[in-house]
């Protein structure tokens, strides 16, 4: 019923045109900008950040030495990180309205009459705040997409309220590349690494401004910097 309006004329073309650069650019910029503001929801949210860290530490220990890096296959014992590189991109989808997608035909979709020949633009960053959908909407809150401790299941746009990587047939195709390599990143910088904002008094827990310039892609208006304290 939908196709993307990239998906013939623009994404295939750049993918056959040039194919490093492209996709290299749907890898590089999208993932980079979460693992952002994943670093930024934690250094404000510190209490998450010890959570994840104690978990993270506390897996690693379990190893029986200091290793020297957290590899993919160790993934999957660590719901918690999973869950918030999860909550990073629900608050901070970094396609906010996915990708223009096209009618081929006349639909009614939850009660909505759709002509056929609509540019059709989903509000993926307003999604992920419904209060419909959401409680605590506005807190960062890994543990809302976890049950017992372990993931409730993998909320890759099953259910339509959690859309960063769309759904259906056009759903991102590097979507579980993406999760992994943000999950690596991040999980390695909170296994070698304490951190706080620049010039931070021991214990105040200074905050990040979350200030953000919405356009095609969502980031934050101003660069992070944080102190990385080795452990
Ligand atoms: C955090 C990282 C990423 C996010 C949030 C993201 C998000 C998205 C979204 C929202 C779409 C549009 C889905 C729709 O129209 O419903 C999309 C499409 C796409 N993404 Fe990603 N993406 C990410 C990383 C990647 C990576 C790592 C690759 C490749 C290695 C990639 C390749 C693509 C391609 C080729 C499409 C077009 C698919 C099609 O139209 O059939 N993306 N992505």
């Known amino acids: 019923m939908f196709s993307s309006l990239y998906s013939k004329s623009t994404v295939s073309q750049m993918i056959m045109s040039s194919p490093s650069q492209n996709i290299f ?15 930024a929801e934690l250094i404000n949210n510190r209490h998450v950040m010890k959570k994840l860290q104690t978990k993270v530490r506390t897996f690693a220990s379990s190893k029986g030495k200091k290793l020297d890096m957290i590899t993919e296959e160790d993934l999957s014992s660590l719901p918690y990180l999973k869950a918030t590189m999860k909550e ?15 009618s081929t035909a ?56 959690y859309l960063p990587f769309g759904s259906g047939r056009r759903i991102c195709p590097g979507a579980n590349f993406a999760l992994a390599t943000m999950e690596i990143m991040l999980v390695n910088l909170m296994y070698h690494f304490d951190w706080e904002v620049p010039n931070e008094k021991e214990g105040t827990g200074g905050k990040v401004s979350m200030a953000e310039t919405f356009g095609l892609m969502l980031r934050r208006n101003e660069k992070l910097y944080l102190v990385p304290r080795i452990v």
């Open 25 to 39: 650019e749907a890898a590089i910029e999208t993932s980079y900008l979460v693992l952002e503001y994943a670093m």
């Open 88 to 102: 990073a991109l629900r608050l901070h989808p970094p396609g906010p309205l996915l990708l223009p997608h096209y």
């Open 106 to 161: 006349d639909c009614n979709i939850d009660g909505y009459d759709i002509p056929a020949k609509t540019r059709i633009l989903v509000n993926g960053w307003a999604i992920g705040r419904d209060p419909k959908a959401w409680e605590r909407l506005e807190e960062f809150m890994p543990e809302r997409f976890l049950q017992d401790g372990q993931e409730k299941s993998s909320n890759l746009g099953e259910d339509f309220k």
